[in-house]
């Protein structure tokens, strides 16, 4: 199949050209005709698919026809950063339309945004708190809607949304297309999705399945060694763009901190930076002035980097579906990645749920060379407890800078960063190197 076969208007095409796109991925295969029919769509589809282009596409090629400068697309996601990315993929793919679009989300002055809408527009990419507030002081008019997006609506469910959504839904012209897109469907997301949507077609796409260019290793470590065999891994590993998990805000900044005294350039996102520290820290990493991020689940939603080369769960997610979202960050659109996670005896339980998921066992590594039979330190034992069950807040109001001064680069292992599919699960060649791989106890 190729984007031709979609006879896009020619301003369309030409920007799916200069993007490279060439063949849809699957979801972008099924979901662009589905939509483009006027249907209503359910995809169930994780980031790293390409189903921002799968939506946004068909949008911009419904709104090249028709008035202008009236709002008749509305997307709502859960995050700034998701709301930032879908915005960027439209400049980019409605570059040669005279479309224009504008986002709306807290944490930033209102004004602006206001200035925008009343500027006139033809989409709005919205987080729902601030779409909420624009609606109660009627600063936006959405009585031309003809598309309604709801995008990781699972995400929006966990982060608890679901009453704004149906706020905002309650106010939306009833005679519209709606589309909903979800990684997993937790039981509130089907009955929300069976209330809006009309004789939908569903479109699933790799909801069990991580992308395949993943490689997948797992470290059995105790509890108080984990930072130094993360330390360990790094410097045998390509450190270009490496994404660190951690279950809780306080050790992310923690283990940012080590990193930055162990000499590298490393940032940590939290859920409750500024606006400001938040965007200094993605785009330090977007650029390479950070070679390692350290966040949370809330804080990375949305990230999107293409080039991230490694996944490491420094603590390993407490859902299947939250594995596989982390580790859809590297091996995208067919670039290769590797996922490490660190257990510990207590993730047991977990690992042969993701691994129930995967289709497949994870292969257990051990760093040859890494004393393993550390004791546990008798103070400062922070990092010898098991992290605290994650607190999900809505959109944090509260601003707390973060510590993220460059440190010093270290000499980068001489290596690329190598890849290989799930299936085979195998060792890079730099790592079986360093690691002797064997199945853990
Ligand atoms: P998404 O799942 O929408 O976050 O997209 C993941 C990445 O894949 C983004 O960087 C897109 O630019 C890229 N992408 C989307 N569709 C295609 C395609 N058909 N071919 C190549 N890359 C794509």
């Given at each position: 199949m190729h984007f031709q076969s979609f006879n896009f208007h020619p301003s369309i095409s030409a920007a799916v050209k200069e993007a490279g796109y060439v063949t849809p991925t699957p979801i972008q295969a099924q979901g662009i005709p589905a939509v483009m029919k006027g249907s209503d769509v359910m995809g169930l589809a994780q980031t790293g698919t390409g189903k921002t282009a799968a939506f946004v596409l068909p949008i911009l090629q419904r709104l090249v026809k028709g008035p202008q400068g009236k709002i008749r697309a509305l997307i709502i996601a859960p995050t700034r950063e998701l709301a930032e990315q879908i915005n960027e993929s439209i400049a980019v793919l409605g570059k040669q339309t005279r479309l224009r679009s504008a986002t709306v989300y807290g944490g930033v002055n209102i004004k602006p945004q206001i200035q925008k809408l009343r500027n006139g527009v033809d989409i709005v990419v919205a987080c729902p708190g601030r779409l909420l507030d624009h609606m109660g002081q009627k600063t936006i008019d959405l009585a031309n809607l003809e598309v309604l997006v709801l995008d990781e609506a699972d995400q929006m469910f966990d982060m608890g949304f679901l009453p704004d959504i149906r706020r905002i839904l309650g106010q939306l012209p009833s005679k519209r297309q709606t589309l909903l897109f979800s990684a997993t469907m937790p039981p509130d997301i089907k009955r929300l999705a069976a209330d809006i949507l009309h004789n939908p077609v569903t479109v699933q796409v790799g909801t069990t399945a991580p992308p395949v260019t993943v490689s997948h290793a797992i470290y059995p470590v105790a509890q108080h060694l984990k930072t130094p065999l993360l330390l360990e891994l790094l410097r045998h590993t390509d450190k270009q763009s490496v994404l660190v998990f951690t279950r809780t805000k306080h050790r992310a900044k923690r283990v940012g901190e080590q990193l930055e005294k162990a000499g590298y350039r490393a940032a940590s996102l939290q859920g409750n930076l500024s606006q400001n520290r938040r965007q200094a820290a993605l785009e330090g990493f977007r650029d390479g002035s950070f070679q390692i991020l350290v966040a949370t689940d809330i804080a990375a939603r949305?990230?999107?980097?293409?080039?991230?080369?490694h996944v490491v769960n420094y603590d390993i997610t407490d859902k299947a579906e939250t594995y596989i979202h982390r580790i859809?960050?590297?091996?995208?659109?067919s670039r290769t990645g590797d996922a490490f996670t660190l257990v510990t005896a207590d993730d047991a339980a977990m690992v042969r749920t993701i691994e129930k998921t995967l289709g497949a066992p994870l292969e257990r590594r051990l760093v040859e060379?890494?004393?393993?039979?550390?004791p546990a330190p008798r103070q400062d034992a922070e990092f010898a407890r098991p992290p605290r069950t994650p607190q999900v807040r809505k959109q944090p109001r509260t601003k707390q800078p973060a510590k993220t001064t460059a440190a010093p680069q270290i000499k980068q292992a001489a290596q690329p960063a190598t890849g290989h599919s799930a299936k085979e699960a195998r060792p890079s060649a730099a790592q079986s190197r360093v690691h002797r791989s064997r199945r853990a106890r």
């Open positions: 949305g990230i999107d980097v293409s080039q991230v080369s859809g960050r590297t091996g995208r659109a060379g890494f004393d393993y039979n550390v």
